[in-house]
């Protein structure tokens, strides 16, 4: 066991990945010499080669046609996009070629690639640096989306989609690359992709969130507690195949509800949550689902972000007006 924050646990699946398989090769800008914008791949170009670890040109639909055609012949590509708001570019790569060649081959082909995206805000960037627009990516079918928030399940999570047979979008939350650490086995391990992750368990309301709002989930529930409410945690690790069951589980236990993601809140992937435990668990409901989200506008730059992201105060005002109610 080794203790790490989310940046060096993907760095060390990605260097275990590149030495117990072949197959895997990795692209983007800068990640070779520099080491990634955020260093998750440093020091892997000077282990593993120039004929494992590419620098690209800025060039996003090229880097995804080009990791495509490299899985269907055959490897086990490992795209890097710097930030979300520079993926929409490949966006026509993803959804007219990569998410189809299953179904356009009648399964004699697939694409077994990894596409990395550094997502969210709070981090006082640029403009298109700070975009979470994982819904739009959740709605291709053909692609698994997959959301990690801690180290170990970031190691895992990330092993366990480039073993995929088909291709995944693994969201990587900026503001968790270095804001916790944990022991993570230095052993090969995967973190199963679907079932979401019960972090804490409650009887009186659960509380739904993926990526960096995690953090701000896990105070509020602790508030709520303080207060004397039993609160149930979930933690999704993947928004494409989405466990279903275990989400309806959970509210059918408790019987409220509260989603919570820092997306603009219309058609955020929390609608489709809310949807969900609508369809399972109407008759369990005690209170209306509810949800605690970004606006619906531009991500903000740095001086605004405080008013545009989610914060604790926000869930737990939620959640207890879902008690209440």
Request: glycine share 8%; net charge negative; hydrophobic share 45%.
């Amino acid at each position: 066991m080794t203790e790490l924050n989310v940046a060096q646990a993907l760095n060390r699946a990605l260097d275990i990945a590149l030495d117990s398989d072949d197959r895997v090769v990795l692209l983007g800008e800068d990640i070779g010499r520099t080491g990634g914008v955020f260093r998750i791949t440093d020091g892997l170009l000077e282990k593993h080669g120039p004929k494992r670890v590419y620098d690209t040109p800025v060039a996003e639909s090229g880097i995804v046609g080009a990791a495509f055609g490299m899985a269907i012949a055959g490897m086990r590509p490992v795209v890097e996009l710097q930030f979300m708001g520079f993926s929409y570019p490949a966006y026509d790569q993803v959804i007219n070629h990569v998410a189809r060649i299953r179904n356009r081959s009648s399964h004699r082909f697939t694409a077994p690639m990894v596409i990395r995206i550094p997502f969210g805000g709070g981090i006082g960037a640029a403009e298109h640096h700070s975009e979470s627009a994982e819904a739009i990516y959740a709605h291709i079918p053909g692609v698994k989306v997959v959301v990690a928030s801690t180290p170990h399940d970031a190691k895992g999570l990330l092993l366990a989609a480039i073993e995929d047979p088909d291709p995944v979008i693994f969201l990587e939350p900026i503001r968790m690359y270095r804001a916790v650490k944990e022991d993570v086995p230095d052993i090969y391990y995967t973190v199963p992709i679907g079932p979401v992750r019960v972090e804490r368990k409650g009887d009186d309301v659960t509380l739904i969130s993926w990526g960096a709002m995690m953090k701000e989930t896990r105070i509020a529930a602790s508030r709520l507690e303080a207060e004397g409410a039993s609160v149930e945690v979930l933690e999704v690790h993947a928004l494409t195949p989405l466990d279903a069951d275990g989400i309806a589980e959970s509210v059918r236990k408790t019987g409220r509800a509260v989603v919570v993601h820092e997306a603009p809140r219309t058609a955020g992937f929390g609608a489709e949550i809310t949807a969900v435990i609508q369809e399972r668990c109407l008759y369990a409901l005690l209170a209306p689902v509810r949800r605690v989200t970004g606006p619906d506008t531009i991500f903000p730059l740095k001086r605004s972000e405080s008013h545009y992201l989610p914060d604790p105060d926000q869930i737990f005002r939620t959640a207890m007006a879902t008690l209440e109610e």
